[in-house]
């Protein structure tokens, strides 16, 4: 039987009874060598897996995951809530907009949706509950928020991206990631407008003072910098992604120590232990998914999916509703950063072929996958912010439905205007 059949199927059987994705894609891989009869020994899913992770610009994962750790021991969470707050906690609807607010802010260091949704997102819904809101729509408006985690740098998706297709850098993900994360806060805030009104969800603060809005802004400067720090010293040369990471962490210590001064050096070890089980999580997922691909590119699926594509005879733009299409699809059922490894060597030299521009397709990839984590029936952000909040699924979803819909926009529009997702970028010299 081919291989690849085999691969697909098992895989599929794995994560329907359960299986974690990591040991899914290893398990398929082992199955797809034993029952094909591939004249290859078994150890060469410990080869590929070592393979895929042995890459220089993967050691900024651990390094960015760490420092929104450290930030967030530092008490950041209360930093931002109070810095959005005072703009929008006065509005009809406002710890709705506070919560979209603080979870953008944050995206700019955790660089994930999970992190997001169970740091900051936890006590924000608790916030909302006690101020009248109902707790399911607290919930699905953190989740559908928490997917701008990422989406706006620092993103280990991105960076995994741009070990997949070298005709993009991390620097310009980075870059182009920043006007879309911007759309969809700004499409959520509408979401939380509309609801509000509908709900008669009220202001539960007072518009804050001078004084105050000053003594605000000025305690959250520092953390907003870290994104800036980041994102200007690659551009300007002083590092690279993977020193910047470093970078990072050192600014993430002095903040929480010296700055804040709420990082005790008891928590560090704590701290450290939380970061080392989610980089081992995150690059077990990204070895097996290297072990997974290599089955599929001996068997020269990419090469057939991609000639099957181009024989089609698909103007651009229907190549990326079909693109889309089938993203959101697959994305329901796996977790983007599988998705990435598995899926970009097959489209993303298809979508260059055809002249869409590498930067606009890696956004419409990303964000693609990231929202599978807010699509029923596997979304794993859903699950995260259905145990934080104590809601349960059936009614997390039920309230969702208004934010799909917005994100759906949003997504038309990053799609049909390459601008939102190249100009940033190109304006700042990526190309």
């Known amino acids: 039987m081919n291989a690849s059949v085999i691969l697909l199927v098992s895989v599929c059987i794995y994560l329907a009874i359960g299986v974690p994705v990591a040991f899914a894609l290893g398990l398929s891989t082992i199955t797809a060598l034993v029952i094909s009869g591939l004249s290859f020994p078994l150890l060469v899913l410990l080869k590929e897996t070592f393979t895929g992770i042995d890459s220089f610009p993967l050691m900024a994962v651990p390094f960015f995951i760490l420092a929104a750790e450290l930030m967030s021991g530092g008490s950041l969470t209360e930093v931002f809530l109070k810095f959005a707050g005072q703009f929008v906690g006065h509005k009809r609807g406002g710890l709705g907009y506070t919560n979209v607010l603080s979870l953008t802010f944050f995206s700019g260091i955790s660089g994930s949706a999970l992190a997001d949704a169970a740091g900051p997102g936890s006590m924000l819904i608790r916030m909302?509950?006690?101020?009248?809101?109902?707790?399911?729509?607290?919930?699905?408006?953190?989740?559908?928020t928490a997917i701008v985690g990422p989406i706006i740098p620092p993103s280990i998706i991105m960076i995994i991206y741009a070990l997949a297709d070298d005709r993009v850098s991390v620097g310009a993900l980075f870059m182009a990631g920043l006007i879309p994360g911007v759309l969809i806060a700004a499409a959520m805030c509408v979401v939380n407008w509309h609801i509000s009104k509908q709900?008669?969800?009220?202001?539960?603060?007072?518009?804050?003072?001078?004084?105050?809005?000053?003594?605000?802004?000025?305690?959250?400067?520092?953390?907003?910098?870290?994104?800036?720090?980041?994102?200007?010293?690659?551009?300007?040369?002083?590092?690279?992604?993977?020193?910047?990471?470093?970078?990072?962490?050192?600014?993430a210590l002095l903040c929480g120590k010296y700055v804040y001064g709420t990082l005790d050096w008891k928590a560090v070890p704590?701290?450290?232990?939380?970061?080392?089980?989610?980089?081992?999580?995150?690059?077990?997922?990204?070895?097996?998914?290297?072990?997974?691909?290599?089955?599929?590119?001996?068997?020269?699926?990419?090469?057939?999916?991609?000639?099957?594509?181009?024989?089609?005879?698909?103007?651009?733009?229907?190549?990326?509703?079909?693109?889309?299409?089938?993203?959101?699809?697959?994305?329901?059922?796996?977790?983007?950063?599988?998705?990435?490894?598995?899926?970009?060597?097959?489209?993303?030299?298809?979508?260059?072929s055809m002249g869409v521009e590498p930067i606009h397709f890696a956004m419409i990839v990303i964000y693609n996958l990231t929202l599978g984590m807010i699509t029923p029936p596997v979304g794993g952000l859903l699950f995260v912010t259905s145990n934080v909040s104590q809601v349960p699924l059936t009614d997390l979803t039920r309230e969702l439905k208004p934010f799909l819909w917005a994100h759906g926009v949003v997504l038309m529009l990053l799609t049909f205007i390459p601008a939102l997702s190249n100009w940033l970028p190109h304006i700042m010299g990526y190309k």
Do not use: C
């Not at 909302?128 to 559908?144: E, F, H, N, P």
């Not at 202001?203 to 004084?211: D, G, H, L, S």
């Not at 305690?219 to 020193?243: C, D, S």
């Not at 089980?277 to 990419?302: C, D, K, N, Q, R």
């Open 199 to 251: 709900r008669d969800y009220k202001a539960v603060n007072q518009f804050p003072t001078r004084k105050e809005i000053w003594l605000t802004t000025w305690k959250a400067i520092p953390a907003l910098l870290l994104p800036v720090i980041i994102l200007g010293g690659m551009r300007a040369g002083w590092f690279t992604p993977t020193e910047a990471s470093v970078v990072a962490v050192f600014y």
């Open 270 to 352: 704590s701290i450290l232990y939380r970061s080392s089980l989610l980089t081992a999580s995150v690059l077990l997922i990204i070895g097996m998914s290297a072990s997974f691909a290599w089955i599929l590119t001996i068997e020269g699926v990419p090469q057939t999916m991609a000639n099957w594509i181009v024989g089609m005879h698909l103007n651009v733009w229907t190549f990326l509703i079909v693109v889309n299409i089938f993203l959101l699809l697959f994305g329901i059922f796996i977790e983007p950063l599988p998705g990435v490894m598995v899926l970009v060597p097959i489209l993303a030299p298809v979508a260059a």
């Open 128 to 144: 909302m509950d006690k101020a009248g809101y109902s707790r399911s729509y607290a919930a699905a408006l953190t989740a559908s």
